[in-house]
């Protein structure tokens, strides 16, 4: 909990510097995405801002969500025919995705598969990468009893 209030008055901090306002809905999304381990759509964040402030619109979420895209401070995940989703932590990690319940689940693993891999990559193709992700699918456990 420290080290998620640490991160969103980091947050907080670069978005002044930058010159945003930091109204009390903006706020409330960086609460929402930053230091925890939720994958949340737009209309998921809009629902967990709307129950404090009722008048905040779907527009505002969607604005500030770009703007802590633009920043780097969250990443986008997307896919295919389903609303992308924003993980607010910045720390490597790979995603496991059940392909049921959508459920999005952080992983720390001890090989640095992320910071090697990348890299062997760019070394045999020329490209220089700028960002990348690693996503595995599968079947929760959840799931995996209901089956």
């Not at 008055?9 to 903006?26: C, K, N, S, Y």
């Not at 994958?39 to 969607?62: A, C, G």
């Not at 693993?109 to 020329?126: F, M, N, S, Y």
Request: aromatic residues 6%.
């Amino acid at each position: 909990m420290v080290e998620a209030q640490a991160q969103s008055e980091a947050v907080i901090t670069r978005l002044r510097e930058r010159g945003h306002r930091l109204t009390p809905q903006r706020m409330a999304v960086i609460k929402a995405l930053i230091g925890n381990e939720d994958h949340l759509s737009v209309e998921q964040i809009y629902e967990r801002v709307k129950v404090d402030f009722p008048m905040t619109s779907l527009t505002t979420i969607y604005k500030t969500v770009a703007v802590l895209k633009e920043m780097g401070e969250v990443s986008e995940l997307g896919f295919s025919g389903e609303s992308s989703r924003y993980d607010g932590g910045l720390h490597r990690h790979l995603h496991l995705i059940c392909i049921k319940c959508k459920e999005i689940m952080d992983v720390d693993v001890d090989v640095d598969v992320a910071g090697d891999l990348p890299q062997e990559i760019a070394r045999k193709t020329g490209y220089r990468i700028v960002k990348h992700r690693f996503d595995f699918f599968g079947v929760c456990p959840q799931c995996q009893e209901k089956e």
